[in-house]
């Protein structure tokens, strides 16, 4: 009887997770007054006089299904609702992004290397060869994120059980279809440290980090929360360990979405300068992040209505940004100006009420005009390790 209640609101949140679909981060920040001043009062950024140019213009793909995957789709199926991805649509004939995330790998049962309805040796099934060549055939890269909030428990479960050996599951992976991988770990309470150092060795020991970025396979990233607010033991020990520019492990970071869109260019980049600025405050205290060492996230699906940041690129949010972006001052950390660039949250279907990505509502005049207007290049080059 006493658990009855409990029962119930487990109940109640699976069913809104079902409803609304799949996340990057759904956290909403609880700001202090003493936060809520700070930001109030902020002044603008330090931006440097030259800028440094984007490289890093990448999606997260949620596919059909709320980020399951689960099934096989044609070639001629998928690229009827994501040809917006691989031509921007200005007769160029070039993509409207130079990377796309496949999102999510349950990580479990790529532990596991589960087969059942939806996965094949732990990967989902719709994450097969020829989608990942249809997008690398266009000098897009390609890589595979494992996790997802969803996903939390099963990240803490299969880093419980065999950490080093998820690493290796993950690598072989990576070599076999030629990705990255993303690491999307949204533990926010004493998450599994220990065990992610042990996938993140693992990992290393197949593919060890290759600045040059010739190797596909050995692009590994991370995802943080959009400022140094979330996530904070997750950010402490990825800025202090892995994304140093002395002796890098992962390749950079994505400032992952807030829960809503930013209401402003103030707002957005507000979180982005936590992560240049670092939390000296805490303790222990969360130290700068370089600007060439993340990315920032934004939302191309926020609703039932076209987002601007999807269909029209001078009302958009990367827009209003750009300027910052691509020419923040380092504050501690790293030497020259600017973040890599941008990501965005997500193509095709994230949540199943939700505006979809595909025609009529797809991105060309968003992203795709972006992408023109910063000259992103194709494919991505060599990043900025400073």
């Known amino acids: 009887m006493k658990n009855r209640p409990i029962t119930f609101i487990l109940a109640l949140l699976a069913a809104l997770t079902g409803w609304w679909g799949c996340q990057k981060q759904v956290f909403e920040r609880r700001k202090a007054a003493a936060d809520e001043k700070t930001l109030d009062g902020v002044q603008p950024a330090a931006l440097a006089a030259v800028a440094n140019s984007i490289q890093v213009y990448g999606v997260w793909h949620a596919g059909n299904d709320a980020c399951t995957w689960a099934t096989v789709r044609t070639e001629a199926e998928f690229d009827s609702k994501n040809h917006w991805i691989i031509d921007r649509g200005d007769g160029s004939g070039l993509p409207s992004v130079n990377l796309v995330v496949l999102s999510f790998v349950n990580p479990l049962k790529l532990l596991h290397k589960t087969n059942d309805a939806g996965n094949v040796n732990g990967i989902p099934k719709g994450m097969t060869a020829d989608i990942v060549n249809y997008f690398k055939d266009k000098n897009v890269r390609v890589m595979l994120s494992i996790g997802g909030i969803t996903y939390t428990d099963y990240w803490n479960q299969a880093l419980a059980t065999d950490a080093w050996q998820l690493g290796l599951n993950a690598a ?34 197949v593919h060890p980090y290759d600045a040059t970025g010739i190797n596909h396979a050995a692009r590994l990233t991370i995802d943080l929360a959009a400022g140094d607010r979330w996530l904070i033991a997750l950010c402490r020990e990825a800025t202090a360990k892995w994304l140093t520019t002395a002796n890098p492990v992962l390749d950079y970071a994505n400032a992952m979405v807030p829960a809503r869109q930013p209401k402003s260019v103030k707002e957005a980049t507000a979180n982005w300068q936590e992560h240049v600025d670092g939390k000296p405050q805490y303790g222990p205290p969360i130290l700068p992040l370089a600007p060439a060492k993340f990315t920032g996230g934004l939302y191309i699906v926020t609703g039932r209505s076209a987002a601007a940041e999807c269909v029209d690129f001078t009302r958009s949010l990367q827009y209003g940004c750009g300027n910052y972006v691509q020419s923040v001052v380092p504050n501690g950390a790293g030497t020259t100006a600017g973040m890599l660039g941008y990501m965005f949250w997500a193509a095709e279907k994230p949540a199943t009420r939700n505006i979809s990505t595909a025609p009529p509502n797809s991105c060309e005049k968003g992203v795709g005009a972006g992408a023109t207007y910063f000259n992103i290049p194709i494919p991505m080059p060599a990043l900025r390790q400073q």
């Open 172 to 205: 072989e992976v990576a070599t076999r279809l030629g990705v990255g991988i993303e690491i999307d770990y949204e533990q926010s309470s004493s998450p599994n440290l220990t065990g992610l150092q042990q996938f993140i060795d693992a990992y290393r020991s």
